[in-house]
């Protein structure tokens, strides 16, 4: 077990596109997939993508549980689910928006708006294929992690003047927590 620092927004890890896996069996990646949930799981989180913890390659984990779905969501709880090489491919032309949060910008919450209904496929570690349809908030978080592995943040999300209220308020405070 090993719990890894996360990068925050403005460091450089967190602005390129990450490389794809070629060996998703390579131990290398089953530890790197174990030290994801690890660390996303000591600070509460629902998902962290590799370049979070400064590791530059197209894995993802991630978990549904119930208190963090909508009110009224009806979908199951989804346990640790490691994702490497994933693809999205919208199913519909629909978009909601919805409040996000992000390890890599503590405190912060946007409201960004994402595809309600996608196809995921991606390879676990074992090397099988996966592929799913994932509807509203399960897309969501699938989205929100794919972009990490895309360079993006959230912040790039919102709109123009929402984005410059919120660099503003980092800028002056600090991420919450921070200590001077
Ligand atoms: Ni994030």
Redesign the pocket.
Known sequence: MAIRKIARMGHEILKGIANPITDPTAPEFTRLAQDLIDTCEDIGGN???AP?VYEPVRMFVYRVRKEVMPVGAKMAEIPWTVVINPKITPLTDEKKAYW??????PGLYGQVRRFTKIRFEAVGLDGAGITITAHRFHARLLQ??Y??LQGQ??LKQLKRKVRKEALKEISIKGFPGDKI
């Open positions: 998902g962290i993508a979070q996000e949060r992000c390890l890599s910008l929100h992690e972009d990490h943040l959230l």
